[in-house]
């Protein structure tokens, strides 16, 4: 018996490496640490549900830890957009312990279809990889496409019985920071991450053409997107100053501050366009619109 198990004893990650880069010269590193990754697990489900679980805990708390080492020293004060509110330690653990125990509960298993899903639809997971251009022209699709979902899901969710329910556990924190962006009920975190997760798989569906590795970066970039939008800073340097249609942290504090206007995540346009945006003048009018409408009604 025991000579069975030292025969077939198990390879190695790097066995396969090896393997792998042996018979496809052509491949670059990144090719052939995925082919490897693959050939290791031998099985494809497991294989991409822990690289998607895995990837998605560092990017979230990685991306969260700058900004916690910000509030924690002090940094940078003078940009915080609501100065006189900043987490404690204690604060940003709890909520670090809820969004843990969100990501084991509803993610977790929702990643783990994430596979059998892409295949049904299509998507491609194996090597080479898709061109950078390619790669660059559906992210930007992505992004147009979420920002459009999320408006007008955030938008329904600050309707009262749906805020009630729902939404008001992300608005707990009425100044954001980082590690909030997923602090939020499991409900919400599926209806958002629908825009995520479902926008890019509507375009496999339609145009066939869609690897995984897109869809990777793809959540990287939005994870970065969320986490900045609610670090509370707003830097001369942040991006919506190089690209005014860009929201960023400048857009979405203030949305936690006052709970009215700026539903978009990424851009500002669907605020601007359907006159949501937050400025002073902007609440005066929608409290006159309101007023008149009440008084019509009276009438
Ligand atoms: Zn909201
Ligand atoms: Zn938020």
Redesign the pocket.
């Known amino acids: 018996m025991n000579s069975t198990v030292f025969s077939t004893s198990p390879e190695t990650y790097w066995s396969h490496y090896e393997e792998v880069s042996k018979y496809n010269v052509h491949l670059n590193v990144f090719e052939k640490l995925w082919e490897a990754w693959y050939a290791y697990m031998q099985n494809d489900v497991l294989a991409t549900g822990i690289m998607s679980f895995v990837m998605h805990e560092l990017v979230y708390f990685g991306r969260s830890l700058p900004w916690i080492i910000i509030d924690t020293f002090g940094l940078f004060r003078k940009y915080k957009i609501q100065p006189n509110k900043i987490p404690t330690l204690k604060e940003q653990w709890e909520c670090a312990r809820l969004v843990l125990l969100s990501h084991f509960t509803v993610e977790l298993p929702q990643i783990w279809l994430f596979h059998p899903m892409a295949q049904y639809f299509g998507m491609a997971t194996s090597v080479p990889f898709p061109s950078l251009w390619t790669m660059a022209y559906q992210i930007a699709i992505f992004f147009v496409m979420e920002d459009t979902w999320h408006y007008f899901s ?1 938008r329904a ?2 309707w009262g019985p749906l805020y009630r329910g729902i ?1 008001k556990i ?2 707990q924190y009425s100044a954001p920071f980082g590690l909030a962006a997923e602090y939020a009920s499991p409900i919400e975190v599926m209806v958002l991450g629908f825009g995520t997760i479902g926008c890019p798989i509507v375009w496999c569906a339609f145009t066939g053409d869609l690897h995984i590795l897109t869809m990777y970066i793809w959540i990287v970039l939005r994870l970065f997107q969320a986490i900045d939008a609610h670090s509370g800073y707003e830097f001369p340097w942040s991006l919506h100053h190089f690209l005014p249609f860009w929201a960023g942290a400048d857009h979405h504090d203030v ?1 936690h501050e006052k709970f009215v206007g700026n539903f978009a995540s990424s851009f500002r346009w669907w605020d601007f366009v359907l006159d949501t945006e937050y400025t002073p003048e902007s609440v005066k009018r929608w409290r006159e619109k309101k007023a008149e409408k009440a008084a019509k009604k009276a009438n």
């Open positions: 955030h969710f600050h939404h992300h608005h949305h």
